[in-house]
C-alpha cells in the first residue's frame, strides 16, 4: 500500500523564478492539502483539494497555487519565489474530504530560494 | 494570540522518566484534537488523536478538557526512541484544515 509520495525530494531555486511541486496521495485517497513548513515551526496550512476544485484556503497570497488532478494528484506551483518562500512543503492525503479522517503525510519537498 | 499555543521545550530527560506536554487552542469551534510526531528532517506522523473522554495507546495518555481548551500528551516510562518534536494539532471546520501549534522538541537521553 503506497503512501502519499512526493518530488522532488529538494529543490534550489534563486528569487522571482517559479517553481511546482507534485504529489501523490496515498492509495484510496481522494482529498490533498499542501502545507509549509518553516525551520522551526509547525506546519502551516496552504489550501486543501477535493474533487479537482480547491475547497479551502490559509492565509497565503495568490502566488500559491494549486491544481489537483482527475487521478487524486496534486501540484503546488509558486509564482515569483521570495527568500522567504524556502521551508519544507508537505502534501497530506485522506478519505473522503471529511476532517475528521486521519491525515497522512509524505516526505516533503525542501524548498530553498537564494 | 496563536491558534495552538504548546509549551516552549526542548525537553531533556532520562530515559524511564514521565514527560508532560501541554496544549492550548483559541478557537472554541475546534472539533478533532491530535497529537502528531516528527522526526527530524521528516514528515509528521500521527501518534494519536485525543478524545473528550481521554484515551490511552500503551505509554501515551492525550487527555482534552474543552471547557478550558486544553490538551496534554503524557509519555510514561520514556525511551530513547521517544525523542522526536511532538505538535499539538487542532482541527476546526469539518473539511480538515490542521492547525499545528509550534511543537515541543524532547530529548531522550541515556
Known amino acids: 500500500d503506497a503512501g502519499v509520495t512526493q518530488s522532488p525530494t529538494h529543490l534550489i531555486k534563486t528569487r522571482g523564478q517559479q517553481v511546482t511541486l507534485r504529489c501523490s496521495p496515498k492509495s484510496g485517497h481522494d482529498t490533498v492539502s499542501w502545507y509549509q513548513q518553516a525551520l522551526g515551526q509547525g506546519p502551516q496550512f496552504i489550501f486543501q483539494?477535493?474533487?479537482?476544485?480547491?475547497?479551502q484556503r490559509g492565509n497565503f497570497p495568490d502566488r500559491f497555487s494549486g491544481h489537483q488532478f482527475p487521478n487524486y494528484s496534486s501540484e503546488l506551483n509558486v509564482n515569483a519565489l521570495l527568500l522567504g518562500d524556502s521551508a519544507l512543503y508537505l502534501c497530506a492525503s485522506n478519505r473522503g474530504g471529511g476532517g475528521w479522517e486521519t491525515q497522512y503525510f509524505g516526505p516533503g519537498t525542501r524548498l530553498l530560494v537564494l | 494570540r496563536k491558534e495552538v499555543e504548546q509549551d516552549p521545550g526542548p525537553f531533556n530527560v532520562p530515559e524511564g522518566a514521565t514527560v508532560a506536554f501541554n496544549c492550548t487552542y483559541s478557537n472554541s469551534a475546534s472539533q478533532s484534537f491530535f497529537w502528531y510526531r516528527q522526526d527530524c528532517r521528516k514528515e509528521p506522523k500521527l501518534l494519536m488523536s485525543?478524545?473528550?473522554s481521554g484515551n490511552e495507546d500503551g505509554r501515551f495518555t492525550a487527555q482534552l478538557n474543552r471547557a478550558s481548551q486544553y490538551i496534554s500528551l503524557l509519555i510514561r516510562d520514556s525511551k530513547l526512541s521517544d525523542s522526536a518534536t511532538y505538535l499539538c494539532v487542532v482541527n476546526v471546520g469539518s473539511q480538515g484544515n490542521l492547525i499545528f501549534g509550534k511543537g515541543t522538541k524532547l530529548s531522550v537521553k541515556p
Open positions: 485525543v478524545y473528550s
Open positions: 483539494y477535493y474533487e479537482e476544485e480547491e475547497r
